[in-house]
């Protein structure tokens, strides 16, 4: 059974800082990876994805790493603002499309 | 473009009544899944729909069913519930990945 972990399960930081939020899976047949940003009282919002073939995918300020081989992946925020403050979770694609989440890591940029 | 639209945000339940939360998506999507969040625990997949007129189980199914009578529709109905169905409620679609999701139903059972 696919088990996906993500660490650590919150994060301080102050503004500016370079991050990395850790996602780590036990199953590497996988179709794809998701990471999503959530908001308080909000659903997720797709970040990123990382097909199978795929190393890493940026997008602005956001960089996504894939190793399947070691079942990880990384997701990296540089220059981080309080406006990036939010729940981030990660999440892999097997079979009929389905997705299987980790906890999160609940992020707080403080000015 | 309203995306996936869950109907209703909150809702509070005694054990045994039954309700349905509806889900709306207007991108044309095959694919439609409900999943709840519990604090600890991430999302799980309740049951899914890879087109009209199917659905299938996920990883926690029992007290829960579905119907996708209409390609943009997906209703999940609790037919008797209980405190453990205390949750906040997800809807998605998508066409393929990425999933786009709703604001949620937040349901309390007491």
Not at chain 1, 50 to 59: A, D, L, V
Request: one cysteine or more; aromatic letters at 10%.
């Amino acid at each position: 059974k696919q088990e996906v972990t993500q660490i650590p399960a919150a994060l301080s930081v102050p503004e500016g800082e370079n991050l990395v939020l850790n996602c780590s899976f036990t199953d590497s047949a996988i179709y794809n990876l998701q990471w999503f940003r959530q908001d308080p009282g909000k659903g997720l919002t797709s970040l990123l994805l990382i097909q199978s073939s795929q190393r890493e995918q940026t997008s602005g300020r956001l960089n996504a790493s894939l190793d399947k081989s070691s079942g990880r992946s990384t997701l990296y925020i540089a220059a981080s603002q309080p406006g990036d403050s939010a729940t981030y979770l990660c999440a892999v694609v097997q079979g009929t499309d389905k997705l299987i989440f980790g906890t999160g890591t609940r992020l707080q940029v403080f000015p | 473009n309203a995306g996936v639209t869950q109907t209703p945000k909150f809702r509070v339940l005694k054990t045994g009544q039954s309700m349905t939360l509806l889900c709306a998506q207007d991108m044309n999507h095959e694919y439609m899944y409900w999943y709840r969040q519990d604090p600890g625990m991430g999302l799980r997949l309740i049951h899914y729909s890879v087109g009209e007129g199917t659905t299938a189980k996920g990883e926690v199914p029992d007290g829960y069913n579905v119907s996708r009578l209409k390609k943009q529709n997906f209703l999940l109905g609790l037919e008797s519930a209980a405190p453990s169905q205390t949750s906040v409620y997800f809807c998605a679609s998508s066409s393929y990945s990425p999933l786009h999701f709703g604001n949620g139903t937040r349901l309390t059972v007491t």
